[in-house]
């Protein structure tokens, strides 16, 4: 990837970054990273490339976990991925329940507008990584690129996609594709 251009990937994190849970993961010892996740973002950050992250979590309106505790499970991950040599430049999460849902709150937009806009990169220069129909309408009303990964719940979502979706099997896979 030779350019001066700026760019920005903005991951879900729940079935991208680390496995997923329908009960939501609630505590950092049920934080666990997919397997090359991390190798992945680290990966990124040699090649110049923004990192940021945007997931709903409502399991804090729910009372399943707190800000604290969700504080603590990103500590585990940044600690992570340090050890590898990787960062992630910023972290946006929206706590809303889906019925008392924000702006903020995927599919809305909201988060990656503020990471373009916070970043200065326009939607050109960003891709949306996810596994979920919701990542992917996200993506859309932002105007950046749409990327779905087949872990976490993505295998459910690959034949309900248009062909402007770009797909790859992890997060890993579309990392390699992207730096090519």
């Known amino acids: 990837m030779v350019s001066d251009i700026k760019k920005l990937v ?3 994190r729940d079935g991208v970054i680390n496995h997923d849970s329908d009960d939501y993961i609630k505590s950092p010892d ?3 990273p997919i397997d090359g996740s991390l190798e992945a973002i680290s990966l990124l950050n040699k090649h110049g490339v923004l990192v940021a992250i ?5 399991g804090i309106a729910r009372g399943l976990f707190s800000e604290n505790t969700l504080e603590s499970i990103h500590i585990k991950m940044i600690n992570e991925l340090e050890k590898l040599g990787g960062k992630i430049d910023s972290i946006l999460f929206c706590p809303d329940h889906p019925e008392n849902a924000c702006h903020y709150r995927k ?3 909201g988060m990656l507008l503020k990471h373009m806009d916070d970043f200065n990169v326009l939607a050109d220069n960003t891709w949306f990584v996810g596994d979920s129909i919701s990542d992917i309408q996200c993506a859309k009303k932002a105007n950046c690129h749409s990327v779905l990964v087949l872990t976490g719940k993505g295998k459910l ?3 309900k996609i248009d062909d402007s979706v770009s797909v790859y099997n992890s997060l890993s896979d579309f990392v390699e594709h992207f730096i090519d």
């Open 10 to 12: 903005i991951l879900d």
């Open 157 to 159: 979502y690959q034949n």
């Open 30 to 32: 049920e934080w666990i």
């Open 54 to 58: 945007a997931s709903n979590q409502s």
């Open 107 to 109: 599919p809305n937009p």
